[in-house]
């Protein structure tokens, strides 16, 4: 029978993978709207020419990666303030607490719509 701690090793292993693919999203996004902004061929200009699909790529990869520094930095404070209290326990009322989770929250979110805008993108542009 599973235990707590098997379903915490699975919360920890999917989060950490969450967090990885929404990082490489976000630079994904990131090197598809320079290089979109970059080319001079006519593909690019069509693409260039969704103008707003253009800049949500841009804009959502940006905020996905600083939304994953701020959870970093969140998180360090976070841990730094457990370790200064002799039960070792997090304040989950804290403002660092929540806003790893909102950061944490947030880059999913800014990395799906900026995926999403990529697919669109594509998607108007050849049809």
């Keep these: ?3 707590r701690g098997d379903f915490l090793k699975a919360k920890e292993s999917l989060s950490s993978t969450i967090s ?3 990082r490489y999203i ?3 996004l990131l090197v598809a ?3 979109i902004r970059a080319d001079s061929s006519g593909f690019a200009g069509t693409l260039r020419a969704e103008g707003l699909l253009t800049f949500l790529i841009g804009f959502c990869g940006a905020l996905a990666v600083f939304c994953d520094y701020l959870q ?5 404070a976070t841990v730094n303030k457990a370790l200064s209290t002799t039960i070792y326990e997090y304040d989950d009322l ?3 607490y929540w806003g790893r989770q909102v950061t ?3 880059k999913q979110v800014f990395a799906g719509a900026g995926a ?4 669109l993108m594509v998607l108007v542009a050849t049809f």
Aim: proline share 0%.
């Design 104 to 106: 944490f929250e947030a």
């Design 20 to 22: 990885e693919l929404c």
């Design 33 to 35: 709207f320079y290089t």
């Design 94 to 96: 804290s403002w660092t």
């Design 1 to 3: 029978m599973l235990e």
């Design 116 to 119: 999403l805008s990529l697919v």
């Design 72 to 76: 970093y930095v969140c998180g360090l």
């Design 26 to 28: 976000a630079f994904g």
